[in-house]
């Protein structure tokens, strides 16, 4: 089944240690979305890549970045995780077909929860 | 700006009792709008859509929703609750300034009891 996979599902980490979380989508989807979600929260978008056009999202900190090698992968590089970055990491993926509402159907993998001590 | 307000924090049903979770959006265009729930430890699954045509969708499990211009309001329902349905759902809109993004309500917690 085409789907949004998300690597590795738990991930602890030391503060101030850089970690990257991973992302593979088998939809073909042109749309990829890196949302942070804190408990009993709505995601937070960070950013997302249209093809390979990235766009950040104002109020996200420096410290978050991305990259998108190909279109299948895309993977969120935390360069000095803080105690306040633990959360759940949610990809997502949408595909662009112009004239349809599709751009903004997203599908979501499992998510990568973030520890960090 | 577009947004979404989910009014209801967390619902409380008993089990084969209906449910309806609201959601009022605010978008000046025929919005985009879905729902999604998600599972304690899980990403978010889509339920269903709205883009145009029958104000009516059905979902998957078992859910409708309803989009009702006036009202500002495209509310969920499902006409016997199962155990399993316990869960957090988010309505969204999709919000065409500024690249493809969707906006989240802050979702309501849906609590079932036996």
């Not at chain 2, 899980?42 to 059905?58: E, I, N, P």
């Not at chain 2, 499902?78 to 906006?103: L, Q, R």
Request: proline share 5%; with cysteine.
């Amino acid at each position: 089944d085409a789907m949004v996979i998300q690597n590795p599902r738990y991930q602890v980490t030391q503060f101030g240690k850089p970690v990257t979380l991973s992302c593979s989508q088998t939809l073909n989807h042109n749309v990829m979305y890196w949302y942070q979600q804190k408990s009993s929260q709505a995601p937070k978008l960070l950013f997302h890549y249209y093809d390979k056009d990235f766009n950040n999202e104002a109020d996200t900190p420096d410290n978050f970045q991305s990259r998108r090698p190909n279109t299948s992968f895309c993977f969120l590089d935390i360069r000095s995780p803080g105690l306040g970055d633990a959360a759940m990491y949610l990809c997502a993926t949408s595909r662009v077909m112009i004239g349809t509402g599709s751009a903004y159907e997203q599908y979501f993998g499992p998510g990568t929860r973030l520890t960090v001590t | 700006a577009q947004s979404v307000t989910q009014p209801d924090i967390h619902i409380t049903v008993s089990e084969g009792a209906s449910l309806e979770l609201r959601c009022n959006y605010s978008y000046g265009a025929t919005p985009y709008l879905f729902w999604y729930v998600q599972s304690p430890g899980q990403g978010l699954q889509l339920l269903l859509k709205y883009f145009s045509g029958d104000t009516l969708v059905q979902g998957i499990k078992g859910f409708e929703a309803e989009f009702k211009r006036s009202q500002s309001s495209f509310n969920l329902r499902k006409p016997s609750v199962h155990w399993s349905d316990a869960a957090e759902y988010f309505c969204a809109v999709g919000a065409p300034t500024g690249g493809f993004k969707t906006i989240f309500g802050a979702g309501t917690r849906l609590f079932v009891k036996a």
